[in-house]
């Protein structure tokens, strides 16, 4: 799988946007781009996905740069529900892959 | 709609022991795959399992060993324990191979 690489840690503060990005500039043409994102005692959870076009949906919102080298996880108006680690993760459904594979994602804090 | 659920919460064994974990996958997912996540790392990938046969596995040894039942719910067995096998076990529920996974609450593991 193609390699992501991600802030280890980012602040925001409450009711504001935060902009999570996550580079993979050695993205193949069929990978899509997943974004979870694992709250505190839980497992992860499914926030958002791409190809080429930007995404949105009740969640977050999902940039994609033109060259499909980057990309950014918009939350566009954080709480304090929103803290958690933040997983960019590339998958190509017609890979013989399985998994989705983890990297160290981003630890989002949100600041009252 | 249930979601993915995971028994028991936590767990506390000795070396050398032997562990069953079990995972209810959400009503129409007929795979599941199960990570170990250690603590302040992402998940790592265990195996997946579609329709009762295994369809994929990480570089873990076969004393981890899993089964796949009718209904789609799914175990996850581990001979041997040692003591690095300490961690949160999570499995995650997909309605075919490719799609988004969907994550339970995972079961935490001490071997003591």
């Given at each position: 799988?193609a390699?992501t690489?991600?802030?280890n840690?980012?602040?925001?503060n409450?009711?504001?946007p935060?902009?999570?990005?996550?580079?993979?500039?050695?993205?193949?043409?069929?990978?899509?781009?997943?974004?979870?994102?694992?709250l505190?005692?839980?497992?992860p959870?499914?926030v958002?996905h791409g190809?080429?076009?930007?995404?949105?949906?009740?969640?977050a919102?999902?940039?994609?740069?033109?060259?499909?080298?980057?990309?950014?996880?918009?939350?566009h108006?954080?709480?304090l529900?929103?803290?958690?680690?933040?997983?960019?993760?590339?998958?190509?459904?017609?890979?013989?892959?399985?998994?989705l594979?983890?990297?160290s994602?981003?630890?989002?804090?949100?600041?009252? | 709609?249930?979601?993915?659920?995971q028994?028991?919460?936590?767990?506390i064994?000795?070396?050398?022991?032997q562990?069953?974990?079990?995972?209810?996958?959400q009503?129409?997912?007929?795979?599941?795959?199960?990570?170990?996540?250690?603590l302040?790392?992402?998940?790592?990938?265990?195996?997946?399992?579609?329709?009762e046969?295994?369809?994929?596995?990480?570089?873990?040894?076969?004393?981890?060993?899993?089964?796949?039942?009718?209904?789609y719910?799914?175990?996850?067995n581990?001979?041997?324990?040692?003591?690095?096998?300490?961690?949160?076990?999570?499995c995650?529920s997909?309605p075919?191979i490719?799609?988004?996974?969907?994550?339970g609450?995972?079961t935490?593991?001490?071997?003591?």
């Amino acid at each position: 799988d193609a390699k992501t690489t991600q802030p280890n840690s980012m602040e925001s503060n409450e009711e504001e946007p935060v902009h999570l990005p996550c580079n993979h500039s050695t993205i193949s043409g069929t990978d899509y781009i997943h974004w979870y994102r694992q709250l505190p005692s839980q497992g992860p959870e499914y926030v958002i996905h791409g190809l080429t076009s930007n995404v949105n949906n009740r969640m977050a919102s999902l940039a994609i740069a033109e060259d499909r080298k980057s990309s950014t996880l918009i939350l566009h108006r954080a709480t304090l529900r929103d803290a958690a680690v933040y997983y960019c993760i590339l998958r190509d459904p017609s890979g013989s892959a399985r998994q989705l594979t983890f990297g160290s994602g981003t630890q989002l804090t949100v600041l009252p | 709609e249930t979601g993915v659920t995971q028994s028991p919460t936590h767990l506390i064994k000795t070396r050398g022991q032997q562990v069953t974990l079990r995972c209810s996958s959400q009503s129409g997912h007929n795979t599941v795959s199960w990570y170990q996540q250690a603590l302040g790392q992402g998940p790592q990938f265990i195996f997946q399992y579609y329709r009762e046969e295994e369809n994929g596995r990480g570089n873990f040894p076969p004393r981890f060993s899993g089964l796949q039942f009718p209904n789609y719910s799914s175990e996850l067995n581990v001979n041997a324990l040692e003591l690095d096998d300490s961690a949160l076990y999570l499995c995650a529920s997909s309605p075919d191979i490719q799609e988004t996974q969907y994550f339970g609450p995972g079961t935490r593991l001490l071997v003591l």
